[in-house]
């Protein structure tokens, strides 16, 4: 019997982005990570990933008013994104930016 493999996608569009809570717990671990490590294109990886579970980037670009070649070009790490682009992005995806104080220890 063979055995059938979920890809990467599936299983985080299955198992861990399968709910609003869960998206926007992923969507700051994100961010946290962006904080760290000042790695945009991980980041917009992961909002890729958080767009294409909630439709095409046809829609995104409508939802946006940022045209779907952008949206490639900002996807494929072939442009920085401004940081009011990725807010336009998010915001169309359901979510916001929030800031909070920065614990030190």
């Known amino acids: 019997m063979k055995r059938k493999f979920r890809t990467w996608d599936e299983f985080m569009a299955q198992d861990v982005l399968n709910s609003s809570e869960n998206i926007a717990l992923y969507l700051e671990a994100s961010l946290e990570e962006f904080q760290y490590d000042h790695d945009i ?3 917009m990886v992961s909002v890729e990933r ?9 829609s995104l670009a409508e939802k946006t008013s940022i045209s779907r070649q952008n949206l490639y070009k900002i996807f ?3 442009v920085v994104p401004r940081f009011d682009t990725v807010l336009k992005i998010i915001e169309a995806l359901g979510f916001s930016f929030a800031v909070v104080p920065k614990h030190t220890h």
């Open 50 to 58: 958080v767009a294409k579970l909630q439709g095409s980037l046809s």
């Open 41 to 43: 294109n991980a980041l």
């Open 76 to 78: 494929g790490h072939k």
